[in-house]
């Protein structure tokens, strides 16, 4: 019941959000920027209703929220702060582009925003919270470092997203400190970077790391996961 109260606080919560986009949307110019290249120029103008997929995507997670409510499990707090700290993103990126539509920036126009402050943070800081519960998650489909190994294994999935989520979380802050530093040197661009990079960094390293555990798994561990495979294959035929 208390997940369920979320889950509908939430959803009124983002509805009101979308209400007064939408609202918002109706006083901006006819056409504004949309894109951006990696010098921060607006080569691309269109209509400002592009924005309200933002907020709208946001609004959309409650259908995770109710689903993962009624469903009631030990990782549903988890999945739940991870899922409403990812609406909060959706959301303020969404409104972050709003500022930048009213702005009236033109086609040819620099951005005279901070950029990576502005949207890489908030990105940063759901990185940091992913990275913060991937430790304590128990073995799911839906959130942390899913792979065949880790999805075969108490063991794996334990080891592996312990380290995953450590790293994730280090990412997460050193992406928050490039995207303040880089922002104030006008270096917006070098923030995206750093940011992909760190991420694909972490991923590469967490696969390979979950590799090697399901290779030095203890015998009773390894028969599990042979029950595990064997039920999975009974059950799929």
């Not at 997460?172 to 694909?200: E, K, M, N, P, W």
Request: with cysteine; charged share 10%; aromatic share 10%.
């Amino acid at each position: 019941m208390k997940h369920l109260k979320t889950a509908i606080l939430y959803t009124a919560l983002s509805l009101v959000s979308l209400i007064a986009f939408a609202v918002g949307i109706l006083f901006l110019p006819e056409e504004v920027a949309i894109h951006f290249n990696f010098e921060g120029v607006c080569d691309r103008m269109g209509s400002p209703w592009v924005y309200i997929s933002l907020p709208a995507a946001a609004a959309l997670i409650s259908g995770g929220l109710f689903a993962s409510a009624l469903k009631e499990h030990k990782n549903t707090r988890i999945i739940n702060i991870v899922l409403v700290a990812l609406g909060a993103v959706l959301t303020t990126l969404g409104w972050v582009f709003f500022a930048l539509g009213a702005q009236g920036t033109q086609l040819g126009e620099k951005w005279s925003f901070p950029f990576s402050a502005a949207i890489l943070l908030p990105l940063a800081i759901l990185i940091m919270v992913m990275g913060n519960y991937m430790p304590v998650a128990g073995r799911n489909k839906w959130f942390g470092l899913r792979t065949k190994e880790t999805l075969a294994s108490d063991y794996v999935w334990e080891k592996a997203n312990r380290f995953s989520g450590v790293l994730l979380f280090a990412a997460g802050a050193l992406s928050a400190a490039a995207s303040i530093l880089f922002s104030v040197l006008g270096l917006d661009f070098v923030a995206l970077i750093v940011t992909v990079a760190l991420i694909l960094i972490v991923t590469v390293i967490s696969l390979v790391y979950a590799h090697n555990v399901a290779k030095q798994v203890p015998p009773d561990e390894q028969q599990n996961i042979q029950e595990t495979n064997q039920g999975e294959t009974h059950g799929n035929n």
